[in-house]
């Protein structure tokens, strides 16, 4: 993990998890797992994992918090016909401390992977051990659905804590930003943020000891995003996340494992290698594609000259597959280059700030206001590379899922 930066001037907030109250190792296995889906399947939590897993409303918690998950088997017979595997023959042991950024492209079942670790989707088949006392925290971008918009912050609170004091409650949620009369207001008027923001308190409430996040930062605010990528730097448990946040998963991870071709696979490597393997990758499907052409017209050839006609509508239909193609990829290839210049100046501009506020004489009296300054121009060009980092990671994938690089 790198260190994080120095914290936003003046940040209206900060918040920490709470500490779990068990930590077994290992947290939670799986051997030999299908993930996927199901038609006609349940849509909800399947049997055996409804106490392992604490979501933002408390389902699965209990009156008075998360309950301690069954230290059993979860075997699964093998899969039905129409099921839907994205994620194949899944072995993972999660070790109480561990760190783990989720990559891959879009559509290659990190989020289906994450709902599987939760318990949200039952295993299609394989086995599933949850370790005694384990406590899952999942928090996805739907999990704002899950809230009643005519409740309020503390009536959610209470709902999980009936015996605590209100003032403790009001205090926890005081420390989120909810306060005075926004505490006991309904939420059906608060921004996506705010939802966001709540969601992800009522979670952190219940100590989990195992965090699943996809997508955290989405809908958050810059300050409430810095406040939780130091939390999660500090979070005593163990942490599985996906993340297009690039510097979320620097901060707050220090192993990766690869999403890619419905397998699950050690990645040894940083972001940078990620992007460099997206790269590599998008040019090897290229030139399995152009191989397979290849091959296409050596067989027409080979048909002598009955399927001359066949052979030239199939090429009439590849060059408007082609042109198609390169239609698509022209804004992405266009939207890649001006990112990767803007990535370049704002490197430049934070090794600029970073050299200033690492240098001693930069905190004398006398330079007290340059170095605030510096500080704020310091988080913001953080806070800027990280969002153009993920745009560029995302349209890459995009680029990639098209075939090109």
């Known amino acids: 993990m790198e260190l994080i930066a120095p914290a936003h001037v003046a940040s209206p907030f900060t918040f920490e998890f709470r500490a779990p109250d068990a930590a077994p190792n290992p947290m939670l296995t799986l051997d030999r797992v299908q993930c996927g889906y199901r038609p006609g399947g349940p849509s909800g939590e399947p049997e055996g994992t409804e106490d392992a897993t604490v979501h933002a409303d408390g389902h699965g918690g209990g009156g008075g918090g998360a309950q301690s998950a069954t230290h059993a088997d979860r075997r699964q017979p093998d899969t039905r016909p129409g099921d839907i595997v994205i994620v194949d023959k899944v072995t993972l042991s999660v070790q109480n401390g561990q760190r783990i950024g989720l ?124 406040a939780l990528t130091m939390a999660l730097a500090q979070f005593e448990g163990t942490l599985i996340v996906v993340s297009h946040d690039r510097h979320l998963l620097r901060a707050t991870t220090d192993q990766f494992l690869l999403v890619a071709h419905h397998a699950l696979q050690p990645f040894d490597g940083d972001l940078d290698d990620y992007r460099d393997w997206l790269l590599e990758h998008a040019a090897n499907q290229r030139a399995q594609a152009a191989s397979g052409n290849a091959a296409g017209d050596a067989d ?25 193609l390169a239609q698509q990829r022209k804004p992405l290839q266009n939207k890649i280059k001006k990112l990767e210049a803007e990535l370049d100046t704002l490197n430049d501009e934070k090794t600029r700030l970073d050299a200033f506020v690492a240098d001693p004489a930069s905190y004398e009296a006398a330079r007290k206001a340059e170095l605030t300054e510096a500080l704020r ?20 994938e995009q680029l990639e899922a098209l075939g090109a690089g």
């Open 103 to 226: 990559l891959g492209a879009n559509g290659q079942g990190k989020s289906t992977l994450i709902k599987t670790l939760a318990g949200v989707l039952p295993a299609l088949s394989g086995t599933v051990r949850t370790g005694k006392g384990l406590q899952i925290g999942y928090f996805a971008q739907h999990q704002v659905e899950t809230l009643r918009p005519d409740d309020s912050p503390l009536a959610h609170l209470a709902r999980l804590s009936p015996d605590v004091r209100e003032q403790e409650l009001r205090d926890f949620l005081g420390s989120f930003n909810f306060r005075g009369d926004m505490a006991s207001a309904p939420i059906a008027p608060f921004s996506g943020g705010e939802k966001a923001r709540l969601a992800l308190a009522l979670i952190i409430w219940q100590k989990p000891n195992l965090l699943l996040l996809d997508e955290p930062t989405n809908h958050l605010d810059l300050e409430t995003r810095h």
């Open 300 to 324: 027409g050839s080979a048909g002598g000259a009955s399927s001359v006609v066949d052979r030239k509508e199939q090429k009439r239909l590849e060059a408007e597959a082609r042109q198609k």
């Open 377 to 396: 121009k310091q988080a913001d060009v953080s806070a800027k590379l990280a969002q153009v980092e993920a745009d560029w990671l995302d349209t890459q």
